[in-house]
């Protein structure tokens, strides 16, 4: 399994290395967003092929980790087309002014491949040991990972519809799963790998593959997700009453304000 980190690891390092090229190219960093998921697909690609493992377990997570992929990927290629750089990005590039390049390369992709290698570490171990056969915690793991995946795409579509219609410019969305948690998205995220981690419990260091879900959890929350979008709408009147009345993270009935 050792040989096949190394791998994995050096695929990542090439492939975030490719798109910080195209975004010096196209002065748009967020397109690392675009290569969040694609990056997983590559590195189960990796594992497949140095492995040799072709069990069902490890094919039936990649297939888990190839449709979740592509499907953020597309969705945020087409939900950022025509809009420029995403303000998070933007807002960095012109605090780092000169030295934009070397901390783009480090802070944004070299950061992230960092956390993908982590993150991926439940899947690189499933593929690399796991045996055609499929017990009561694979099953539990994989109806954790369709909720999960349910919670992330059907909020991305929900948030999608919403934002093309015009007549809601400007305005909060809270309604369909946004009613019950301000982030059905990154819910669902947490949730799919959560998933994971419970099908590879079976297969490489346990407390070693807890880092991923424990990892993504903290960051989602404290780090890139809910807490600096968030920071985005403090002087926003409508939003700080969706704060009232609605979780943030784990889904529940909306509160009466």
Not at 75 to 80: L, T, V
Not at 164 to 191: A, I, Q, S
Not at 214 to 237: A, H, I, Q, W
Request: charged fraction near 20%.
């Amino acid at each position: 399994m050792t040989d096949v980190m190394l791998y994995c690891a050096m695929g990542i390092f090439t492939y975030m290395n490719v798109f910080f090229l195209v975004a010096i190219a196209k002065k748009d960093n967020s397109i690392v967003d675009i290569g969040w998921g694609i990056g997983f697909i590559v590195v189960s690609l990796i594992a497949l092929y140095t492995s040799q493992n072709f069990s069902i377990e490890a094919l039936l997570v990649f297939a888990l980790v190839l449709i979740w992929g592509a499907r953020l990927a597309g969705y945020i290629a087409k939900r950022s087309r025509g809009k420029g750089e995403d303000f998070r990005y933007k807002q960095w590039r012109e605090e780092w002014g000169k030295n934009v390049v070397w901390r783009s390369w480090l802070q944004v992709f070299m950061l992230q491949g960092a956390v993908m290698f982590l993150v991926a570490i439940p899947v690189i171990s499933i593929i690399t040991s796991a045996k055609d056969e499929l017990g009561l915690l694979e099953v539990i793991g994989i109806v954790i990972w369709l909720t999960g995946f349910f919670f992330e795409a059907v909020g991305d579509y929900q948030m999608y519809s919403f934002k093309k219609r015009p007549e809601n410019k400007g305005k909060v969305m809270k309604y369909g799963l946004w009613r019950y948690t301000r982030h059905p998205n990154y819910f669902g995220e947490v949730v799919m790998w959560w998933g994971i981690f419970l099908i590879s419990i079976g297969n490489g260091n346990p407390l070693l593959n807890l880092v991923s879900p424990v990892l993504l959890t903290f960051l989602l929350l404290r780090v890139s997700g809910v807490t600096m979008l968030e920071k985005k709408y403090d002087d926003n009147p409508e939003y700080q009453e969706y704060i009232k009345q609605t979780s943030a993270f784990i889904p529940a009935p909306p509160k009466k304000t």
